[in-house]
């Protein structure tokens, strides 16, 4: 074997040592990519979690609430003293729930809910009176959401009230 083919061999290996190189690289940003984007998936699952279970309950606290200034006040939206999460029995006891989530593996989600009256013309300005809107907002944060720039997901719910009778 000659000096022009040891020359080869070098840089043939130097060429494979590149390329393995650049393969691992573009293999690491895609992993980082697919955990990023099943935290994302995890914080959407989370925060739809929450507004459905907000679904299943009345629209106020006081059951024979018709009309709005018969609503609790804006200023005692959130739970009674009796209440805790997860036995709240109406959507504003969500007002200003706060929980840090770590049920998808050791990922840690961190939950702020905010409710709140407001305008059907308006549904994202906070109202100070009573109406037949209530609004969820649902804030899921994550370290490991990467990919999104404040690494905080908002998913909003606009709820109206309805009353059903019969005679």
């Not at 770590?102 to 906070?126: A, E």
């Not at 649902?138 to 720039?149: A, D, L, Q, R």
């Amino acid at each position: 074997m000659g000096k022009g083919d040891l020359i080869l061999v070098i840089g043939g290996l130097l060429l494979l040592s590149m390329f393995t190189l650049s393969i691992n690289s573009s293999i690491t940003e895609n992993r980082k990519t697919l955990y990023s984007s099943e935290s994302v998936l995890n914080a959407l699952a989370l925060a739809e979690k929450y507004i459905e279970e907000a679904e299943a309950l009345r629209f106020d606290e006081k059951k024979s609430a018709t009309i709005p200034s018969s609503f609790t006040n804006p200023s005692r939206l959130g739970p009674d003293d009796n209440e805790y999460y997860p036995n709240f029995d109406d959507i504003d006891d969500f007002n200003y729930f706060t929980y840090t989530d770590t049920s998808s593996g050791n990922v840690p989600y961190t939950i702020q809910i905010r409710v709140f009256y407001t305008t059907l013309s308006n549904p994202d300005q906070i109202s100070t009176s009573r109406t037949y809107f209530k609004r969820m907002v649902v804030n899921i944060s994550s370290p490991f959401m990467k990919k999104i720039n404040d690494k905080t997901i908002t998913l909003k719910k606009l709820f109206a009230y309805h009353y059903f009778y019969s005679e």
